[in-house]
């Protein structure tokens, strides 16, 4: 996903608008999948086991949080990026650039000067992504000053835990297979520009 | 008798050279603001066209409105670009290589005019399929000016 953002942000800086719609597509395919793997993913990776309310947010920052997977302060970052994202795949499916030429593939769906602000708000979006994400690897960097790897163990599923939590329960491949090819559906019938609605 | 051809060819130099001639001061930022404007016109005609030839049946009373409206912007245009109009005026898309290769960027305008007078006169026509077709060949003239000539106004 990181990737798929530097490479988005660098094909409009150079105006590679075909190959930034592509990358724009591919950021809705993840989204999708991680919204599905959130209800049906691993445990940890599902947001039941982490969106907790302020009042854990607040237990959390006094110390008294025990376990795995996004603390509930973390997991107001990983709802922030995700919704942040998927505003600017909105705006930029409904887009158009300022010649009219290139244009979004749901753009049909609304009139001329929506498409124009959302090609103006996508813009301005990206500083606001931007911002998330500087805040996002200050506090990784915050942590790991003290002395907790926290990107190792969201990769290999093994983490240093309190014996006394509950570990992450994984998910079947399978059911990673099902999501993927969902979000690989809904994106192609996006493409398409979400027949019937764009007839 | 001589004097008429001798005239008209003292005209079509004067025409050829207008690019040249120097504006400043007001005028300047007259011609910087009625190209900007232009550009903008011609922008939200193409919006309007790109909308109807991707539906199913293009109406053809909107594309020609829209061709219309584009082919009279585009013979204003060899007027929008007077030296002197360009970013010494302020903010502004067109870059100071307008005019460092001015033959080159006459013949892409000149083109663009050539384009969109061929795309009005075949949506006259009616037929919705071979307007599609004159309408991505002109979206070409717009896109060969604006890759070498045009850059960012904002950041």
Redesign the interface.
Known sequence: MAGLIAFSWWSAEYHHTDWHIWSGCAVLTLLIFRLLWGFVGGSTARFASFVRGPRAIAGYLRGNWEGIGHNPLGALSVLALLGALAVQVGLGLIA?D????V?GPL??LVK?DT??WARELHEYWFYVILALIALHLAAILYYHLRGRRLMSGMISGRGAVNPDVEPMRPAKWWVAFICIAIAIAITRWVIAGAPPFS? | MRIVPISVAILAALAATAGLAAVSGPKAKQISHERHEGMESI?????????EF???APNAPTVQASADQVASLAAKSSSWFAKGSGPEVGKTGAKPEIWQNWPDFVAKNRAFQQSARAFKAIAAKGDMTAAKASYADL?GT??AC?EKYRMEMHH
């Open positions: 158009e300022e010649d009219g030429i244009t753009y049909r001329v498409s124009d007839a | 922008g939200k005609a193409f919006k309007i066209l790109h909308r991707d539906s199913p979206a717009c896109k604006h």
